[in-house]
């Protein structure tokens, strides 16, 4: 079976945390670039975050300084860090999988709501 599936989303103030986890089942996880993304209303859905299987990671300009995305390829599992969170923040979130092959997978998102 093969999915991802996000937990962690939820109602946090204005300057909050929250840390967003993503667990993959039937992959190869180690050879997978990891991201997360969001979309909120109205708007397209963007890139917030990638790991790539040797662990480089990049940001969109929105969220530096500010998120952090980390993996356990022991616990096939892909992280993301949300420090000082906005209500521009809000947006239901999307974990994403690529293969080297440009397979893709994606999870079913979680919401994060800053409320101000």
């Known amino acids: 079976q093969v999915q991802l599936v996000e937990s962690g989303g939820g109602l946090v103030q204005s300057g909050g945390s929250l840390r967003l986890s993503c667990a993959a089942s039937g992959i190869i996880f180690n050879r997978y670039t990891m991201g997360w993304y969001r979309q909120a209303p109205g708007k397209q859905r963007e890139l917030v975050a990638t790991?790539?299987?040797?662990?480089?990671?990049s940001y969109a300009d929105s969220v530096k300084g500010r998120f952090t995305i980390s993996r356990d390829n022991a616990k096939n599992t892909v992280y993301l860090q949300m420090n000082s969170l906005k209500p521009e923040d809000t947006a239901v979130y999307y974990c994403?999988?690529?293969?080297?092959?440009?397979?893709?997978?994606w999870g079913q998102g979680t919401q994060v709501t800053v409320s101000s």
């Open positions: 994403n999988a690529k293969s080297l092959f440009n397979s893709e997978l």
């Open positions: 790991s790539t299987s040797g662990g480089t990671t």
